[in-house]
């Protein structure tokens, strides 16, 4: 239209030639601009949000919006959806629009992690914690802050004892405990650094991005950007403690928190003399570690399991033959046993393992076999159902008076149920049963309310007649039918389905370690940055292929290693620490995690990049102004 205007005499071919060289030149000039906005960054700044544009990429990177995204263009009923859910989570009026206050929150100072929200309907609830999927297998960690604050460097043990402080609140609350080491390999390491720092995640200056850490299966390492205003004990600047003790929290295994008061909600929160954590950290941190047993309550700790003998008569059915099971739940020691017919199997994190099947008659004294569901509490107390009927146990010693009618222990829960589990988002008791459930809170009276049962498809992806239910040690909820199990995201509430590969998964391959005939891997060369391996600067990593158990990562072809991924492009692996091996288990998708894995390592970067999104969306806009019209009239 443009170009006849300028020549008429020209042809419509003429036209159409002229448009083509056009084009070409307008994207060339474009894609040099947006290229020379990648060149490898020394220092980037995150701007303060001040229009949609700068919104939609701050929503994209605290992970409101798809980043993979960002060079498409988006509806607005995506945006808005986006806005009112970081409303929503930032305690704010829900409006969908881009006003004063929802822009203030954007530009407040926070945590660099990502928010991790659903964006379904059911996700709009209030949560209150979020775990993020992973934990350290010990309770006995060490930390070492290999670099200090520009500003503390004459005052190093200042920063110490913070930090030491940091840890303590969590300490006090959980088994664990924590070491800080000046030599030597440590859990968590934290450090005080700039702009780019060797991670993907470059700082931003002073404000916006205080500080990130990454979680458990991640390394756990902490980093705060040292160009902040630090300070210990003022109201002035930003208060070392408080930011690490939210960092830490991430080191943990804990998401962020939507409960505004929380140590782990995102945005920092001024400095606090007399500081404790919220309930809400509280059960969060307990949901992954437990609760903190002292010398007074010996009556609470956790009995051993009795030890158990070999049982020679126990030839039960094969798991790899036929997966499906009875009933599933995780004791109080942290124990996972799967229980079929009159038998049972202990689950570890690599499979059954070594000496089970055992005769549940054998172990478990008066437990029937062939049981209906199996649930755990979290004061240790397991409950098993059959038939109208329910038995207690503390880990493998039944209690006394049992067993008992499920009308007297469990009212309003029917009889011969399907399944039964502690779902981890609000901590209550649901009992499955043909296509309904039924929700129990022992706090109440009734115990359950009169809107149960309710259907089943309310758990979005979740099949009818389930088997078995429970929430393993990362906090997630999974759920077994016939040969198959399913993950439950908790957070979108629906069925893990874009997860790779998706669910349902085979139970005989990735729970029991069932080898598939048809077993096949592929090999990818991941490029570590120089520096992170114990020698050479990178190594050959088999990750499996995804229809397997078997993606345990591999520094060489001999022996397994440490190899945790710090983002899609950074491989971590420590030779000599079998403990931390990698698992190919149903939380982790390793396959994912390094599906890009041969991009090169420097800082070059463009993802959410302004000038990227601009040129994509100047070039689409040229295309339909001087070429796509013309074309349009003739299809």
Same mark, same amino acid.
Request: net charge positive; with cysteine.
């Given at each position: ?324 099971? &009875?009933? %599933?739940?995780?004791?109080? @020691? *942290?124990? /996972?046993?799967? =229980? #079929? +017919?009159?038998? !049972? $199997? ?25 049981? &209906?569901? %199996?649930?755990?509490?979290? @004061? *240790?107390? /397991?409950?098993? =159902? #059959? +038939?109208?009927? !329910? $038995? ?25 149920? &399907? ?11 649901? =009992? ?204």
């Amino acid at each position: 239209m443009f170009i006849t205007r300028l020549r008429p005499s020209l042809t419509s071919k003429q036209i159409d030639n002229d448009n083509r060289i056009l084009i070409k030149v307008f994207t060339l000039i474009v894609l040099c601009i947006t290229f020379s906005q990648c060149l490898p960054i020394t220092s980037r700044r995150t701007r303060n949000v001040q229009s949609d544009v700068g919104a939609m990429l701050y929503l994209q990177k605290f992970g409101y919006m798809n980043e993979s995204a960002a060079a498409n263009l988006v509806s607005e009923q995506t945006y808005s959806d986006a806005v009112i859910e970081f409303q929503r989570f930032a305690g704010l009026n829900q409006t969908g629009i881009l006003n004063d206050e929802t822009i203030v929150m954007m530009n407040s100072p926070r945590c660099g992690n990502k928010d991790k929200v659903g964006h379904s309907e059911d996700a709009k609830r209030r949560k209150r914690y979020a775990l993020q999927g992973s934990k350290w297998r010990r309770t006995d960690l060490t930390y070492r802050i290999s670099q200090y604050p520009t500003k503390f460097q004459n005052k190093k043990a200042e920063i110490d004892k913070e930090i030491a402080k940091a840890f303590k609140h969590w300490s006090e609350v959980t088994p664990l405990s924590f070491e800080a080491k000046k030599e030597g390999r440590v859990h968590i390491d934290i450090r005080f650094v700039s702009a780019e720092h060797g991670d993907g995640d470059p700082f931003d200056g002073p404000g916006n991005t205080l500080a990130h850490a990454y979680f458990p299966q991640y390394g756990g390492d902490a980093h705060f950007d040292n160009e902040e205003y630090w300070t210990i004990s003022s109201y002035a600047g930003t208060n070392v403690f408080q930011v690490a003790a939210h960092e830490l929290g991430h080191s943990l295994g804990l998401g962020h928190s939507s409960v505004r008061d929380s140590l782990m909600a995102p945005f920092y929160q001024k400095y606090k003399p007399k500081f404790k954590l919220h309930q809400d950290d509280i059960l969060a941190i307990q949901a992954l570690y437990g609760v903190r047993h002292t010398a007074s309550d010996p009556a609470d700790k956790p009995e051993k399991p009795k030890p158990l003998d070999p049982d020679p008569s126990a030839d039960g059915p094969d798991l790899c033959q036929d997966s499906s099971i &009875d009933a %599933v739940t995780r004791i109080s @020691d *942290g124990t /996972t046993f799967v =229980f #079929k +017919g009159n038998h !049972y $199997w202990k689950v570890e994190t690599n499979g059954l393992a070594d000496g089970y099947p055992r005769k549940i008659s054998s172990d478990w004294d008066g437990l029937p076999g062939n049981l &209906d569901a %199996v649930l755990t509490w979290a @004061d *240790g107390k /397991t409950f098993f =159902f #059959k +038939g109208d009927k !329910y $038995w207690r146990f503390k880990n493998m010693r039944m209690d006394k008076g049992y067993p008992k009618p499920i009308s007297t222990g469990f009212a309003g829960i029917p009889d011969k149920i &399907d399944a039964a589990f502690v779902w981890s988002g609000n901590g209550k008791s649901y =009992f499955f049963k043909g296509n309904e459930y039924w929700r129990f809170d022992s706090k109440n009276d009734p115990p359950v309310s009169k809107q149960y049962p309710k259907p089943i498809k309310n758990w979005n992806g979740l099949p009818n007649n389930i088997d078995g239910a429970f929430k393993w040690e990362n906090g997630m909820s999974y759920f077994f039918k016939g040969s198959q199990y399913f993950r439950f995201n908790d957070v979108d509430f629906e069925v893990d389905t874009k997860a790779k590969p998706p669910f349902p998964r085979q139970t005989a391959q990735w729970w029991f370690d069932c080898q598939a005939a048809s077993r096949k891997h592929k090999r990818k060369d991941l490029r570590t940055r120089s520096g992170s391996l114990v020698k050479d600067d990178s190594h050959s990593v088999f990750v499996g292929n995804g229809d397997s158990n078997d993606m345990d990562y591999m520094a060489d072809s001999q022996r397994p290693t440490t190899a945790a991924p710090m983002d899609a492009h950074i491989l971590r692996v420590d030779k000599d620490d079998k403990e931390w091996r990698m698992h190919g288990r149903p939380d982790r998708d390793e396959a994912a995690a390094f599906e890009s894995g041969t991009t090169s390592l420097s800082s070059f970067s463009c993802k959410t990049n302004p000038i990227l999104m601009l040129s994509f969306l100047l070039i689409s806009i040229f295309k339909h102004v001087f070429y796509g019209s013309a074309s349009g009239d003739r299809l």
